[in-house]
């Protein structure tokens, strides 16, 4: 789970960059100045997504350092005025952190979603159908990814670090992919092959996990 936290560091940078150029009371002219301050987020918005899409795109599920690089590339090439104001960010930021565990746990779990789905897809795949299991496989993808990206920018969009808002708005997606990876064991021959076992066991896990993430999310945070 290294190269995963790896990751979330970075997320969590790009994110507590782009909450700090909202903050007011700061002095740095990155706030102060409101059209630098406006193309920024936007360069930190665009580099955060694209760092996530690539993550989530993973071969397999599996990550590690090469994959860890193919995230900041692409991120990078979405900030470029970001990058030049590098210095001048990391100063703004380390006047005031701006952590928020909770939004971190949540993108933690959904781009473990992506990467536990995309582990069972490869798992089930010598023993089904594989247009079958290719179409049903990105219906599922591309509706975690949609969740990902929308908490993702809600969360950027919403007045504090919570995370009401942005679970609220991704729920339905959730509901719909878990309707849908429901349909992986399915796919699976009746036999005990063990490849075919393991993909069952691993597409179980997905709706399972998806399961208790709707239902969690759905329920209101205690207060």
């Given amino acids: 789970m290294d190269d995963l936290n790896r990751a979330l560091d970075d997320l969590d940078g790009l994110h507590e960059a782009f909450h700090a150029l909202s903050d007011s009371p700061r002095a740095s002219p990155l706030v102060s100045d409101a059209k630098l301050g406006k193309k920024l987020r936007h360069d930190l918005a665009a580099g955060a997504d694209a760092y996530a899409s690539t993550l989530i795109s993973s071969s397999r599920g599996e990550l590690d350092a090469g994959r860890i690089k193919k995230c900041r590339t692409a ?81 950027r969009e919403a007045d504090n670090l919570g995370t009401e808002k942005p679970r609220a708005a991704v729920v339905e997606h959730l509901k719909k992919t878990e309707s849908h990876a429901s349909e992986f064991v399915s796919l699976a021959p009746g036999s005990g092959d063990g490849a075919s076992s393991l993909g069952v066991t691993l597409s179980r896990d997905v709706v399972e996990m998806l399961h208790e993430t709707s239902l969690e999310w759905t329920s209101p945070l205690p207060a």
């Fill in 75 to 155: 991120a990078l090439a979405r900030m470029p005025l970001a990058v030049a104001n590098q210095k001048r960010l990391a100063a703004l930021v380390n006047e005031r952190r701006l952590s928020s565990p909770e939004v971190r746990s949540d993108v933690e779990r959904l781009i473990n979603l992506s990467l536990l789905c995309r582990g069972a897809l490869a798992a089930l795949a010598p023993t089904v159908d594989r247009r079958a299991a290719d179409a049903l496989g990105n219906k599922v993808l591309v509706e975690l990814r949609k969740a990902t990206l929308l908490y993702l920018s809600t969360e």
